[in-house]
């Protein structure tokens, strides 16, 4: 039996963005299962929060957007209002890949049969995904215009990523890479990065198959790093750590918004599926300082970044989307190093992996 994938049709250019965070006690940053999206009843924006796998975290989900200053402002607002919840509580909110020192065994699952079939499903895989993402939503006019979108947002993915690499430390340790959050999440089955697609019924017939052999039930059981979703109309980034910088966030969500639109016009320099992933590596081991090779040669992340921003704005896509107040953004945090460079900075400094957490607290 095929599964319906008719794609929502828009010729509006709308956004949505999801953010996760962890719960933690303001004073020790130690993440606490005693608290959830309970915790913020009554909150203004209740309805903006979705629970998540483990009890110290809980989901952002912006309603639909009109411009991308609205990110940084909704964003701005809810941060804002969690925090004035959770100060009397005694917590904080943390928004970053991963908490640096949280010890997965210390972490309770939601009591919710579908995170409960994932785990026996997924077995240590799932007991060790206390990580916290990013997701951006842009909407594009079709399905053809999707596949072009998800095709040209997988090869420059590793710049998105860069962006926002914030997960040094897991379980107490340094990494090494600037991305853990990243290596967890790609452990998933059908997670990672989505392979090249020709047309649209390519993704359709993809799809099928995977549920016609019974291993989704819908396309949204499939956890790629760029993801197609016919029922909102919008191609979703799904590969950037947690950040609490909404003016990032919302440079982030503008750059993505940008190349969604330019798919159909703009020269792709692909190469294949391997070099997505080498490129992808290059952004979880060394941020935005790391290689990126392209038909082009070989240059940073960072260079290919500005590249790809000066190529948009020739395009004259922003001016299209009236989004130009966010070129200088975005270059300004393409010319910076990751969140993550800043948190082992911190930890240089202090030897202190609290002040780590602390400097991933939202509202700040």
Not at 57 to 72: D, F, N, T
Not at 111 to 126: I, T, W
Not at 205 to 226: A, G, P
């Amino acid at each position: 039996m095929a599964i319906n994938c008719p794609f929502k049709e828009s010729e509006s250019a709308t956004l949505g963005v999801e953010v996760e965070l962890q719960l933690v006690d303001s004073r020790t940053m130690v993440p606490t299962s005693l608290v959830g999206t309970e915790q913020l009843a009554g909150n203004e924006y209740s309805g903006c929060f979705k629970p998540e796998l483990f009890r110290s975290m809980v989901e952002i989900v912006s309603p639909m957007l009109h411009h991308v200053e609205q990110v940084g402002a909704f964003l701005s607002d809810i941060f804002r209002s969690v925090q004035e919840h959770l100060e009397p509580l005694g917590l904080t909110a943390l928004a970053a890949g991963t908490h640096p020192f949280l010890n997965h065994r210390d972490a309770v699952i939601v009591n919710d049969p579908r995170y409960h079939a994932f785990l026996d499903e997924l077995q240590v895989v799932l007991r060790r995904f206390i990580i916290c993402g990013m997701h951006i939503h842009s909407n594009v006019r079709n399905g053809e215009m999707a596949v072009k979108a998800s095709n040209l947002a997988a090869e420059y993915l590793a710049v998105f990523l860069a962006l926002t690499a914030s997960s040094p430390f897991f379980e107490g340790e340094n990494t090494g890479l600037k991305s853990y959050r990243s290596i967890i999440f790609g452990s998933l089955p059908r997670a990672g990065l989505p392979g090249y697609f020709e047309n649209y019924a390519k993704y359709e017939e993809l799809i099928t198959v995977l549920h016609r052999c019974e291993l989704i039930s819908s396309y949204n059981d499939v956890w790629w790093d760029v993801r197609i979703r016919p029922d909102l109309g919008t191609i979703e980034l799904r590969a950037c750590d947690a950040v609490n910088d909404t003016l990032r966030i919302q440079a982030v969500a503008a750059l993505f918004q940008a190349l969604c639109h330019a798919a159909d016009r703009f020269k792709s320099g692909y190469l294949s599926g391997q070099v997505n992933s080498q490129n992808k590596w290059a952004a979880v081991r060394h941020g935005l300082d790391g290689p990126f090779v392209s038909a082009g040669g070989r240059r940073t992340i960072r260079e290919t970044g500005l590249k790809l921003l000066a190529d948009l704005e020739a395009l004259g896509i922003f001016t299209e989307l009236g989004t130009e107040r966010s070129i200088p953004r975005i270059r300004r945090f393409l010319e910076q190093a990751c969140p993550a460079r800043r948190m082992l900075e911190i930890h240089a400094q202090t030897q202190s992996l609290s002040d780590v957490a602390a400097y991933s607290r939202i509202g700040c």
